[in-house]
């Protein structure tokens, strides 16, 4: 019988939730145009949408919160968080910022420009989004495994470093600015990066004096990822894994909605103290003064207490346990999903589960539907309503390569009975896959219309 270890932590405060009859739901998903994303959360029985901002903070986190220090400048709560940060990940200077994408942003004001390109595995969308807002080309470099979701190898988010190398000398080292790693590939299913490929892309990009970023959100669930499955790691600890990882960068970002267990924070750390000057004179300009970003006093002190129980192996093996229990149960359903399960979410293969649907009548989107109309179950739909777009050139509409249902696992928030719950609705919307039909966009934006679209069933 799979099951999964019980909770590392017991519950001490509850936040009520409950399934809304069948015709309310019904209701409310005619009113949000059947996009999951206009719900109003208190209609959702189990929100599965993302991992971000969505965990549970301990109460040494809570406690930590009283002691925020909220001064406007060189409060005592920022030289407590850069004491752990330099602790983690050796970098001598770093900026607090509100979340991933502000980094990503200032890092982009100032390092990208027309015609520059940034490699990487795969670029997070709010990365790529920010490399293209300045004009730079972000560039896919994962290997070609990861583009096979059944393939069952320990390191799926690992660059080609060949595809690397022979890249880099056809573009030209002088066209890229920076060049990163994300950890684990969320774009390509929270699948994690061994040690021995981010020495080698480190090694390639210092061979052309490009400097090392890494997007550090999901680091802890990586470095357990590299405990677990690599040889030679086994009895290093996730805190001596990190410092290795980071020992080889030149500077990382981090939403740390994730692996800091927070509900809001993030930052950007370097070695260069020229860059840092730069990077203080944007955040001023963006998210606020240097010692607070754009957080409260409060916001740094549990980030700083969150970043060492990320990090926590009890805390690790229960996280990565509970990923694998959940994806073990679906697949037992029948239902295809991304191999291995991931770090933070599992994968639905939507388009293979509901293959009578065409890419065009999105089959994700239905999935979606299926789920909540079902189960009040919230996941998202990673597929033709997110990546779907005209060519420039033709006008042809392209289709992705994959049409994929995202559920992610919130930290600390869920119990392995809400994760049976939500395997008793996967297997009857598995019973009754026959009878789902696909959907017709009636509104969309533009840009990112995934989410604000509204649909119609057809
Ligand atoms: C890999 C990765 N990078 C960057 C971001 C952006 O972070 P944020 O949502 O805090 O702006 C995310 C968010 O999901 C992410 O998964």
């Not at 990208?112 to 390109?117: I, R």
């Not at 000398?169 to 994690?192: D, L, M, R, S, V």
Request: glycine share 8%; proline share 5%.
């Amino acid at each position: 019988m799979l099951k999964h270890p019980a909770e590392p932590f017991r519950i001490k405060m509850v936040e009520p939730i409950s399934l809304q009859p069948f015709e309310l739901r019904k209701q409310v998903m005619i009113q949000a145009g059947y996009n999951l994303f206009s719900l109003p959360a208190k209609d959702v029985y189990i929100d599965l949408l993302t991992d971000s901002g969505t965990g549970a903070m301990s109460q040494a986190q809570w406690a930590s919160i009283m002691e925020g220090d909220e001064s406007y400048a060189g409060a005592r709560s920022f030289y407590r968080l850069k004491e752990v940060i330099n602790d983690i990940f050796g970098f001598e200077f770093f900026v607090p910022t509100h979340q991933g994408r502000a980094a990503e942003n200032i890092l982009s004001a100032i390092m990208v420009s027309n015609d520059s390109y940034i490699p990487s595995n795969m670029h997070f969308d709010t990365t790529d989004a920010n490399l293209r807002a300045r004009g730079g080309r972000p560039i896919n470099l994962v290997n070609d495994q990861a583009f096979d979701i059944s393939a069952r190898v320990p390191f799926k988010g690992n660059m080609d470093i060949d595809k690397l190398e022979k890249w880099i000398t056809e573009i030209g080292a002088e066209k890229i600015p920076f060049g990163c790693i994300t950890i684990t590939n969320n774009a390509g299913g929270g699948q994690p990066v061994s040690l021995k490929n981010i020495k080698e892309v480190a090694a390639v990009y210092r061979s052309h004096k490009i400097p090392f970023f890494i997007d550090a959100c999901r680091y802890a669930e990586n470095c357990f990822f590299i405990k677990l499955r690599e040889p030679g790691y086994e009895n290093k600890t996730t805190l001596e894994i990190a410092r290795e990882i980071f020992s080889l960068a030149d500077g990382a970002w981090m939403s740390s909605k994730k692996d800091a267990i927070v509900n809001i924070g993030g930052f950007l750390a370097m070695r260069d103290e020229n860059l840092y000057q730069k990077v203080c004179n944007e955040l001023i300009l963006r998210e606020g003064f240097p010692t607070y970003g754009g957080l409260a006093g409060r916001d740094l002190e549990a980030l700083a207490t969150g970043l060492y129980e990320g990090l926590n192996e009890d805390y690790l093996d229960y996280r990565l346990k509970q990923t694998a229990y959940f994806a073990g149960k679906i697949r037992e359903i029948g239902i295809p999903i991304i191999e291995p399960a991931g770090g933070h979410a599992i994968y639905l293969d939507a388009g293979s589960l509901l293959s009578q649907i065409p890419q065009n009548e999105f089959p994700g989107q239905a999935l979606t539907a299926a789920l909540y109309l079902e189960g009040g179950i919230r996941g998202v739909e990673i597929g033709s309503v997110m990546f779907a777009h005209k060519d420039q050139d033709t006008g042809e509409m392209v289709y992705p390569k994959l049409e994929l249902v995202r559920l992610a696992l919130p930290r600390r928030v869920y119990t392995q009975s809400h994760l049976d719950y939500v395997v008793d609705i996967l297997k009857e919307v598995w019973e009754k896959r026959d009878s789902y039909r696909g959907y017709r966009i009636t509104y969309a934006p533009e840009l990112l219309r995934h989410f604000t679209a509204r649909f119609e069933p057809l």
